[in-house]
Protein backbone atom coordinates (compact mmCIF):
# COMPACT_ATOMS: atom_id res chain seq x y z
CA UNK A 1 0.00 0.00 0.00
CA UNK A 2 1.44 3.50 -0.82
CA UNK A 3 0.02 7.03 0.21
CA UNK A 4 0.13 9.09 -2.44
CA UNK A 5 -0.97 12.76 -0.98
CA UNK A 6 3.03 13.07 -0.02
CA UNK A 7 4.82 15.38 -2.51
CA UNK A 8 8.53 14.84 -1.30
CA UNK A 9 8.31 11.76 0.39
CA UNK A 10 6.62 8.03 -0.08
CA UNK A 11 4.84 6.26 2.77
CA UNK A 12 4.39 2.79 2.52
CA UNK A 13 3.09 -0.53 4.47
CA UNK A 14 4.73 -4.22 4.44
CA UNK A 15 3.01 -6.12 7.63
CA UNK A 16 3.64 -4.70 10.97
CA UNK A 17 6.36 -2.29 9.23
CA UNK A 18 5.88 1.31 7.90
CA UNK A 19 8.17 3.01 5.75
CA UNK A 20 9.18 6.29 5.58
CA UNK A 21 11.16 7.38 2.33
CA UNK A 22 12.81 10.63 1.47
CA UNK A 23 11.64 11.14 -2.35
CA UNK A 24 13.82 13.90 -4.03
CA UNK A 25 16.55 11.52 -5.67
CA UNK A 26 16.99 14.18 -8.46
CA UNK A 27 18.36 16.59 -5.73
CA UNK A 28 19.61 13.72 -3.78
CA UNK A 29 17.00 14.12 -1.42
CA UNK A 30 17.57 17.52 -0.31
CA UNK A 31 15.31 18.72 2.17
CA UNK A 32 13.37 22.01 0.34
CA UNK A 33 10.55 23.38 2.76
CA UNK A 34 8.29 20.94 1.16
CA UNK A 35 9.73 18.25 2.05
CA UNK A 36 10.60 19.57 5.99
CA UNK A 37 6.30 20.09 6.49
CA UNK A 38 5.81 16.71 5.09
CA UNK A 39 7.71 14.96 7.64
CA UNK A 40 5.99 16.35 10.24
CA UNK A 41 2.78 14.69 9.22
CA UNK A 42 4.48 11.79 8.08
CA UNK A 43 6.09 10.41 11.14
CA UNK A 44 3.04 11.12 13.15
CA UNK A 45 0.54 9.36 10.52
CA UNK A 46 2.80 6.51 10.86
CA UNK A 47 2.89 6.61 14.83
CA UNK A 48 -0.85 6.81 15.06
CA UNK A 49 -1.22 3.85 12.38
CA UNK A 50 -1.97 0.81 14.92
CA UNK A 51 -1.24 -1.55 12.45
CA UNK A 52 2.38 -0.24 12.37
CA UNK A 53 4.79 -1.66 14.87
CA UNK A 54 7.82 -0.88 13.78
CA UNK A 55 9.31 2.43 11.23
CA UNK A 56 12.10 1.82 8.58
CA UNK A 57 13.46 5.39 7.40
CA UNK A 58 15.07 5.06 3.99
CA UNK A 59 15.85 7.39 0.61
CA UNK A 60 15.33 6.41 -3.25
CA UNK A 61 18.19 6.96 -5.46
CA UNK A 62 21.92 6.91 -4.53
CA UNK A 63 21.95 9.29 -1.99
CA UNK A 64 19.86 8.96 1.96
CA UNK A 65 20.11 12.44 2.73
CA UNK A 66 21.95 15.59 2.08
CA UNK A 67 20.60 18.24 4.15
CA UNK A 68 18.74 21.24 3.66
CA UNK A 69 18.40 22.15 -0.20
CA UNK A 70 20.71 24.98 -1.41
CA UNK A 71 19.07 25.40 -4.90
CA UNK A 72 16.05 26.34 -3.06
CA UNK A 73 17.97 28.97 -0.61
CA UNK A 74 19.86 30.23 -3.39
CA UNK A 75 16.99 31.07 -5.98
CA UNK A 76 13.95 31.58 -3.47
CA UNK A 77 15.25 35.12 -2.04
CA UNK A 78 14.36 34.16 1.44
CA UNK A 79 17.52 31.69 2.03
CA UNK A 80 18.15 30.61 5.63
CA UNK A 81 16.15 33.38 6.95
CA UNK A 82 12.85 31.06 6.54
CA UNK A 83 14.32 28.68 9.05
CA UNK A 84 15.32 30.72 11.64
CA UNK A 85 12.71 31.28 13.90
CA UNK A 86 11.98 27.34 14.26
CA UNK A 87 15.82 27.36 14.99
CA UNK A 88 15.85 29.56 17.26
CA UNK A 89 12.97 28.99 19.17
CA UNK A 90 13.80 25.42 18.60
CA UNK A 91 10.98 24.41 17.79
CA UNK A 92 11.95 21.45 14.81
CA UNK A 93 9.49 18.70 13.69
CA UNK A 94 10.92 16.78 11.18
CA UNK A 95 12.55 13.88 12.74
CA UNK A 96 10.95 10.48 14.90
CA UNK A 97 12.81 12.61 17.69
CA UNK A 98 11.35 15.51 17.08
CA UNK A 99 8.05 13.94 16.81
CA UNK A 100 8.39 12.29 20.43
CA UNK A 101 7.48 8.62 17.89
CA UNK A 102 7.09 5.73 20.26
CA UNK A 103 7.73 3.25 18.11
CA UNK A 104 11.14 1.78 17.32
CA UNK A 105 12.51 3.72 14.57
CA UNK A 106 15.21 1.78 12.17
CA UNK A 107 17.34 4.07 10.13
CA UNK A 108 18.47 2.52 6.76
CA UNK A 109 21.04 4.65 5.50
CA UNK A 110 21.08 4.01 1.04
CA UNK A 111 23.91 6.19 0.34
CA UNK A 112 25.37 9.40 0.48
CA UNK A 113 24.38 10.66 4.22
CA UNK A 114 25.50 14.49 4.28
CA UNK A 115 25.34 17.48 7.13
CA UNK A 116 21.81 17.97 7.59
CA UNK A 117 21.24 13.99 6.58
CA UNK A 118 22.98 13.45 10.31
CA UNK A 119 19.74 14.42 12.05
CA UNK A 120 18.03 11.40 11.09
CA UNK A 121 21.07 9.26 12.23
CA UNK A 122 21.57 10.74 15.65
CA UNK A 123 17.42 10.43 16.25
CA UNK A 124 16.95 6.63 15.20
CA UNK A 125 16.89 4.48 17.86
CA UNK A 126 18.70 1.96 15.07
CA UNK A 127 20.83 2.20 12.11
CA UNK A 128 21.93 0.29 9.34
CA UNK A 129 23.58 1.15 6.22
CA UNK A 130 24.83 -0.22 2.42
CA UNK A 131 28.34 -1.12 2.02
CA UNK A 132 28.78 1.93 0.01
CA UNK A 133 26.73 4.36 2.54
CA UNK A 134 29.18 7.65 2.96
CA UNK A 135 28.83 9.90 6.05
CA UNK A 136 30.64 13.98 5.94
CA UNK A 137 29.34 16.80 6.97
CA UNK A 138 29.86 20.12 4.79
CA UNK A 139 28.72 22.71 7.06
CA UNK A 140 31.54 24.37 7.74
CA UNK A 141 33.23 23.84 4.36
CA UNK A 142 30.05 26.60 3.02
CA UNK A 143 30.29 28.31 5.93
CA UNK A 144 27.77 26.91 7.78
CA UNK A 145 27.30 25.86 11.60
CA UNK A 146 26.47 22.58 12.15
CA UNK A 147 24.91 22.29 15.55
CA UNK A 148 22.11 19.85 16.50
CA UNK A 149 22.64 16.83 14.27
CA UNK A 150 26.62 16.56 15.68
CA UNK A 151 25.68 17.14 19.33
CA UNK A 152 23.04 14.65 18.86
CA UNK A 153 25.76 12.35 17.29
CA UNK A 154 28.08 12.95 19.93
CA UNK A 155 25.90 11.94 23.36
CA UNK A 156 25.65 8.80 21.49
CA UNK A 157 28.97 8.22 20.22
CA UNK A 158 32.75 8.26 20.79
CA UNK A 159 33.43 12.55 20.68
CA UNK A 160 36.39 12.64 18.79
CA UNK A 161 35.18 10.73 15.41
CA UNK A 162 32.27 13.64 15.58
CA UNK A 163 34.55 16.67 15.89
CA UNK A 164 36.51 15.42 12.89
CA UNK A 165 33.43 15.32 10.64
CA UNK A 166 32.45 18.78 11.92
CA UNK A 167 36.05 20.32 11.52
CA UNK A 168 37.09 18.37 7.81
CA UNK A 169 33.65 19.57 6.49
CA UNK A 170 33.46 18.14 2.53
CA UNK A 171 37.16 17.19 2.25
CA UNK A 172 37.00 13.75 4.18
CA UNK A 173 33.55 10.99 4.14
CA UNK A 174 33.85 8.33 6.30
CA UNK A 175 32.70 4.80 5.06
CA UNK A 176 29.99 2.79 6.47
CA UNK A 177 32.70 0.01 7.88
CA UNK A 178 34.06 2.89 10.12
CA UNK A 179 30.71 3.98 11.36
CA UNK A 180 29.56 0.36 12.54
CA UNK A 181 33.20 0.27 14.17
CA UNK A 182 32.51 3.32 16.65
CA UNK A 183 28.73 2.56 17.54
CA UNK A 184 27.89 5.14 15.25
CA UNK A 185 25.35 2.29 13.11
CA UNK A 186 25.32 -1.66 14.42
CA UNK A 187 25.01 -3.07 10.87
CA UNK A 188 26.78 -2.94 7.10
CA UNK A 189 25.18 -5.07 4.14
CA UNK A 190 25.55 -5.22 0.39
CA UNK A 191 23.72 -2.08 -1.14
CA UNK A 192 21.42 -4.69 -2.62
CA UNK A 193 20.13 -6.00 0.52
CA UNK A 194 19.51 -2.81 2.44
CA UNK A 195 15.73 -2.76 2.28
CA UNK A 196 15.09 -6.61 2.51
CA UNK A 197 17.47 -6.66 5.76
CA UNK A 198 15.71 -3.32 6.98
CA UNK A 199 12.26 -5.36 6.77
CA UNK A 200 13.34 -8.72 8.06
CA UNK A 201 15.25 -6.39 11.10
CA UNK A 202 11.64 -4.73 11.55
CA UNK A 203 9.74 -7.66 11.64
CA UNK A 204 11.92 -9.40 14.43
CA UNK A 205 11.63 -6.01 16.43
CA UNK A 206 7.98 -6.38 15.82
CA UNK A 207 7.70 -9.48 17.77
CA UNK A 208 8.69 -7.75 21.06
CA UNK A 209 6.16 -6.22 23.19
CA UNK A 210 4.76 -2.79 21.62
CA UNK A 211 4.25 -1.24 25.58
CA UNK A 212 7.27 -2.58 26.71
CA UNK A 213 9.25 -1.24 23.54
CA UNK A 214 7.68 2.22 24.11
CA UNK A 215 8.79 2.44 27.86
CA UNK A 216 12.25 0.89 27.05
CA UNK A 217 12.55 4.00 24.50
CA UNK A 218 11.00 6.21 26.50
CA UNK A 219 13.85 5.15 29.64
CA UNK A 220 16.67 5.16 27.05
CA UNK A 221 16.82 8.70 25.38
CA UNK A 222 15.39 10.28 29.04
CA UNK A 223 18.91 8.94 30.02
CA UNK A 224 20.54 11.41 27.07
CA UNK A 225 18.48 13.95 29.46
CA UNK A 226 20.29 13.59 32.66
CA UNK A 227 23.25 12.42 34.79
CA UNK A 228 23.18 8.67 35.74
CA UNK A 229 21.68 8.60 39.02
CA UNK A 230 18.69 10.82 38.13
CA UNK A 231 18.33 9.06 34.78
CA UNK A 232 18.30 5.34 36.57
CA UNK A 233 15.13 7.27 38.97
CA UNK A 234 13.45 8.34 35.62
CA UNK A 235 13.70 5.13 34.52
CA UNK A 236 12.25 2.80 37.31
CA UNK A 237 8.92 4.64 36.23
CA UNK A 238 9.38 3.70 32.99
CA UNK A 239 10.29 0.25 34.53
CA UNK A 240 6.85 0.28 36.76
CA UNK A 241 4.93 1.55 34.25
CA UNK A 242 3.91 -1.43 32.52
CA UNK A 243 3.67 -4.00 35.53
CA UNK A 244 -0.07 -4.79 35.59
CA UNK A 245 -0.39 -4.51 31.63
CA UNK A 246 -1.91 -7.89 29.68
CA UNK A 247 2.21 -8.58 28.03
CA UNK A 248 3.49 -8.57 31.26
CA UNK A 249 1.24 -12.22 31.84
CA UNK A 250 1.31 -12.86 27.88
CA UNK A 251 5.22 -12.56 27.60
CA UNK A 252 6.10 -15.80 30.16
CA UNK A 253 2.97 -17.56 29.00
CA UNK A 254 4.10 -17.60 25.44
CA UNK A 255 7.26 -18.73 26.48
CA UNK A 256 6.05 -21.55 28.35
CA UNK A 257 4.30 -22.80 26.15
CA UNK A 258 6.46 -22.30 22.91
CA UNK A 259 4.60 -20.10 20.55
CA UNK A 260 4.62 -17.00 19.66
CA UNK A 261 3.34 -14.12 21.64
CA UNK A 262 0.19 -12.29 21.32
CA UNK A 263 0.66 -8.57 22.39
CA UNK A 264 -1.93 -6.13 23.56
CA UNK A 265 -2.98 -3.17 20.67
CA UNK A 266 -0.64 -0.38 21.63
CA UNK A 267 -1.89 3.01 22.51
CA UNK A 268 -2.72 5.30 20.23
CA UNK A 269 -0.80 8.53 21.48
CA UNK A 270 -0.55 11.79 19.96
CA UNK A 271 2.71 12.81 19.33
CA UNK A 272 2.15 16.77 19.80
CA UNK A 273 0.75 15.62 23.62
CA UNK A 274 3.52 14.01 24.95
CA UNK B 1 31.62 -15.77 55.69
CA UNK B 2 29.64 -17.91 53.50
CA UNK B 3 26.62 -16.31 51.25
CA UNK B 4 24.46 -17.90 49.31
CA UNK B 5 24.36 -18.75 45.86
CA UNK B 6 27.90 -16.57 45.91
CA UNK B 7 31.61 -18.13 46.19
CA UNK B 8 33.58 -15.54 47.90
CA UNK B 9 37.42 -16.07 47.66
CA UNK B 10 40.84 -14.53 48.88
CA UNK B 11 44.02 -14.89 46.60
CA UNK B 12 46.56 -12.25 47.13
CA UNK B 13 45.11 -8.67 46.90
CA UNK B 14 42.64 -10.08 44.51
CA UNK B 15 38.76 -10.63 46.16
CA UNK B 16 36.74 -12.91 43.90
CA UNK B 17 33.32 -12.70 43.86
CA UNK B 18 31.43 -15.62 41.93
CA UNK B 19 28.14 -16.37 40.77
CA UNK B 20 27.71 -19.74 41.91
CA UNK B 21 24.43 -21.11 41.01
CA UNK B 22 25.19 -22.79 37.56
CA UNK B 23 22.28 -24.75 37.18
CA UNK B 24 20.27 -21.93 36.62
CA UNK B 25 22.23 -19.70 34.55
CA UNK B 26 23.47 -18.26 38.31
CA UNK B 27 19.96 -16.35 38.21
CA UNK B 28 19.55 -14.20 41.19
CA UNK B 29 16.85 -15.79 43.89
CA UNK B 30 16.26 -14.60 46.69
CA UNK B 31 18.50 -15.34 48.54
CA UNK B 32 21.29 -14.76 46.53
CA UNK B 33 19.85 -10.84 46.33
CA UNK B 34 19.68 -10.87 49.95
CA UNK B 35 23.21 -11.95 49.86
CA UNK B 36 25.13 -9.49 47.85
CA UNK B 37 25.49 -6.39 49.32
CA UNK B 38 27.50 -7.98 52.55
CA UNK B 39 29.33 -9.84 49.95
CA UNK B 40 30.76 -6.50 48.03
CA UNK B 41 31.00 -5.14 51.45
CA UNK B 42 32.90 -8.20 52.76
CA UNK B 43 35.25 -7.69 50.08
CA UNK B 44 35.18 -3.98 50.19
CA UNK B 45 36.18 -3.65 53.74
CA UNK B 46 39.09 -5.72 53.36
CA UNK B 47 42.44 -3.94 53.23
CA UNK B 48 44.36 -6.85 51.90
CA UNK B 49 41.61 -6.83 49.15
CA UNK B 50 42.91 -4.05 46.20
CA UNK B 51 40.62 -5.34 43.18
CA UNK B 52 37.74 -7.49 43.13
CA UNK B 53 37.06 -9.94 40.25
CA UNK B 54 33.39 -10.53 39.77
CA UNK B 55 32.55 -13.80 37.50
CA UNK B 56 30.48 -16.79 37.42
CA UNK B 57 30.89 -20.73 37.52
CA UNK B 58 29.29 -22.81 34.59
CA UNK B 59 28.28 -21.58 31.17
CA UNK B 60 26.95 -18.94 32.23
CA UNK B 61 27.91 -15.08 33.86
CA UNK B 62 24.67 -14.06 34.73
CA UNK B 63 20.90 -13.99 33.61
CA UNK B 64 19.33 -11.92 35.53
CA UNK B 65 16.45 -12.24 38.18
CA UNK B 66 15.55 -16.04 39.01
CA UNK B 67 11.38 -15.56 38.22
CA UNK B 68 10.27 -18.78 38.98
CA UNK B 69 11.79 -18.96 42.78
CA UNK B 70 10.86 -15.42 43.22
CA UNK B 71 7.48 -16.23 42.23
CA UNK B 72 7.04 -18.52 44.99
CA UNK B 73 8.30 -15.75 47.42
CA UNK B 74 6.34 -12.93 47.75
CA UNK B 75 8.01 -11.34 50.03
CA UNK B 76 11.19 -11.52 48.48
CA UNK B 77 9.66 -10.33 44.96
CA UNK B 78 7.52 -7.66 46.76
CA UNK B 79 10.78 -6.12 48.60
CA UNK B 80 12.68 -6.55 44.94
CA UNK B 81 9.95 -4.50 43.46
CA UNK B 82 9.84 -1.62 46.09
CA UNK B 83 13.61 -1.42 45.65
CA UNK B 84 12.80 -1.15 41.56
CA UNK B 85 10.44 1.39 41.96
CA UNK B 86 12.40 3.78 43.91
CA UNK B 87 15.57 2.84 42.11
CA UNK B 88 17.22 1.30 44.88
CA UNK B 89 18.48 -1.22 43.96
CA UNK B 90 21.35 -3.64 45.85
CA UNK B 91 22.93 -5.86 43.53
CA UNK B 92 25.95 -4.47 41.83
CA UNK B 93 29.02 -3.08 43.63
CA UNK B 94 27.64 0.89 42.23
CA UNK B 95 24.59 0.11 44.19
CA UNK B 96 26.32 -0.61 47.43
CA UNK B 97 28.82 2.02 46.76
CA UNK B 98 32.16 -0.53 46.34
CA UNK B 99 35.32 2.01 46.41
CA UNK B 100 37.46 -0.89 45.30
CA UNK B 101 37.96 -0.85 41.25
CA UNK B 102 35.65 -3.89 40.38
CA UNK B 103 36.62 -6.47 36.62
CA UNK B 104 33.62 -8.16 35.49
CA UNK B 105 35.24 -10.86 34.07
CA UNK B 106 32.25 -12.20 31.63
CA UNK B 107 32.66 -16.45 31.54
CA UNK B 108 29.15 -16.97 29.24
CA UNK B 109 26.09 -15.79 28.66
CA UNK B 110 25.53 -12.38 29.81
CA UNK B 111 21.46 -11.90 29.39
CA UNK B 112 18.90 -9.15 30.97
CA UNK B 113 19.08 -8.46 34.58
CA UNK B 114 23.01 -9.55 34.03
CA UNK B 115 23.89 -6.30 31.96
CA UNK B 116 23.59 -4.63 35.72
CA UNK B 117 27.27 -6.26 36.38
CA UNK B 118 28.55 -4.81 33.36
CA UNK B 119 27.01 -1.60 33.53
CA UNK B 120 27.95 -1.27 36.47
CA UNK B 121 31.61 -2.42 37.01
CA UNK B 122 34.78 -0.17 36.57
CA UNK B 123 36.78 -3.32 33.63
CA UNK B 124 35.17 -5.48 32.00
CA UNK B 125 36.51 -8.64 30.18
CA UNK B 126 35.09 -11.65 28.68
CA UNK B 127 35.40 -14.72 27.37
CA UNK B 128 35.40 -15.26 23.77
CA UNK B 129 32.30 -17.49 23.68
CA UNK B 130 30.55 -14.98 25.99
CA UNK B 131 27.14 -13.01 24.25
CA UNK B 132 25.03 -10.32 25.74
CA UNK B 133 21.52 -10.18 25.21
CA UNK B 134 18.24 -8.07 27.05
CA UNK B 135 15.75 -10.14 26.71
CA UNK B 136 13.28 -7.61 28.69
CA UNK B 137 10.80 -7.03 25.78
CA UNK B 138 9.82 -10.26 24.25
CA UNK B 139 8.73 -10.86 27.74
CA UNK B 140 7.13 -7.94 27.83
CA UNK B 141 9.01 -6.16 30.39
CA UNK B 142 10.96 -2.57 30.56
CA UNK B 143 14.92 -2.51 30.37
CA UNK B 144 15.89 0.75 32.12
CA UNK B 145 18.79 0.62 34.30
CA UNK B 146 21.12 -1.94 32.87
CA UNK B 147 21.27 -0.41 29.58
CA UNK B 148 20.89 2.77 30.75
CA UNK B 149 24.30 2.62 32.53
CA UNK B 150 25.93 0.64 29.12
CA UNK B 151 24.68 3.74 26.92
CA UNK B 152 26.64 5.84 29.31
CA UNK B 153 29.85 3.85 28.62
CA UNK B 154 29.53 2.84 25.20
CA UNK B 155 27.80 4.01 22.22
CA UNK B 156 23.98 4.65 21.94
CA UNK B 157 22.63 2.87 18.81
CA UNK B 158 24.11 -1.04 19.58
CA UNK B 159 22.70 -0.54 23.67
CA UNK B 160 19.52 0.88 22.05
CA UNK B 161 19.24 -1.89 19.00
CA UNK B 162 20.22 -4.72 21.85
CA UNK B 163 17.21 -3.40 23.99
CA UNK B 164 14.26 -2.84 21.50
CA UNK B 165 15.45 -6.91 19.47
CA UNK B 166 15.17 -8.06 22.67
CA UNK B 167 15.82 -12.11 22.63
CA UNK B 168 16.07 -12.40 18.74
CA UNK B 169 19.42 -11.54 18.74
CA UNK B 170 22.82 -11.57 20.62
CA UNK B 171 25.97 -9.49 21.07
CA UNK B 172 29.17 -11.62 20.22
CA UNK B 173 32.41 -10.84 23.28
CA UNK B 174 34.28 -9.72 20.30
CA UNK B 175 31.75 -7.05 18.98
CA UNK B 176 31.34 -6.01 22.55
CA UNK B 177 34.89 -5.20 22.50
CA UNK B 178 35.07 -3.14 19.37
CA UNK B 179 32.48 -1.59 20.84
CA UNK B 180 34.10 -0.38 24.03
CA UNK B 181 31.75 -2.62 26.02
CA UNK B 182 34.35 -5.20 27.31
CA UNK B 183 38.39 -3.85 26.69
CA UNK B 184 39.64 -7.47 26.26
CA UNK B 185 38.43 -11.29 24.83
CA UNK B 186 40.70 -14.00 25.90
CA UNK B 187 39.71 -17.75 25.04
CA UNK B 188 37.17 -19.25 27.74
CA UNK B 189 39.96 -21.21 29.56
CA UNK B 190 42.22 -17.92 30.08
CA UNK B 191 39.62 -16.42 31.45
CA UNK B 192 40.32 -16.31 35.21
CA UNK B 193 43.89 -15.98 34.86
CA UNK B 194 43.76 -13.10 32.76
CA UNK B 195 41.58 -11.82 35.51
CA UNK B 196 43.86 -12.33 38.22
CA UNK B 197 47.11 -11.23 36.09
CA UNK B 198 45.36 -7.59 35.43
CA UNK B 199 44.47 -7.34 38.83
CA UNK B 200 47.77 -7.97 39.51
CA UNK B 201 48.40 -4.77 37.92
CA UNK B 202 45.90 -2.69 39.34
CA UNK B 203 47.18 -4.19 42.57
CA UNK B 204 50.17 -2.06 41.95
CA UNK B 205 49.60 1.12 41.95
CA UNK B 206 48.61 3.01 45.31
CA UNK B 207 44.86 2.01 46.43
CA UNK B 208 44.08 5.70 47.84
CA UNK B 209 44.75 6.82 44.35
CA UNK B 210 42.82 3.99 42.37
CA UNK B 211 39.57 4.48 44.50
CA UNK B 212 39.91 8.52 44.31
CA UNK B 213 40.60 8.31 40.65
CA UNK B 214 37.08 5.55 40.63
CA UNK B 215 35.31 7.67 41.99
CA UNK B 216 36.27 11.44 40.09
CA UNK B 217 35.37 8.94 36.97
CA UNK B 218 32.11 7.98 38.22
CA UNK B 219 31.15 10.88 39.85
CA UNK B 220 31.47 12.51 35.81
CA UNK B 221 28.71 10.32 34.71
CA UNK B 222 26.30 12.07 37.24
CA UNK B 223 26.61 15.20 34.82
CA UNK B 224 23.89 15.75 32.13
CA UNK B 225 25.57 14.88 29.61
Known amino acids: ?274 | MSYAGLAVEREGPVGWLIFDRPKVGNAMDAAMLADLPKAWRELDEDPSVRVIVNTGNGPSFQTGLDVRQLAKDKDALREQSRRTKRAELLITAWHNKVATPVIAAVNGTCAGGGLHFVADADIVIAASDAVFCDPHVSVGQVSAFELIGLARRAAFEPTARMGLIGRHEKLPAERARQLGIVSEVVPPAELRDTARSLAGKIALNPPDEVRHIKQLLWRALEDPA
Open chain 1, 1 to 274: MSDTSYKTLKLERRGPVGWLLFNRPEALNAMNAAMREELAGAWLELDNDPDVRVIVHTGEGRAFQTGVDVAELASDGVGMERYRESMENWDLHFTAWHQKVAKPVITAVNGICAGGGFHWVADADVVIAADDAQFFDPHVSVGQVVAPEAIGLLRKMPFEAVMRMALVGRHERMPASRARELGMISEVVPAAELRTRAQELAETIAKNSPAAMAATKRALWGALESGLTEACRQGAKEVVSVWGHPDQDEGPRAWAEKREPKWAEPAKHDGAAR
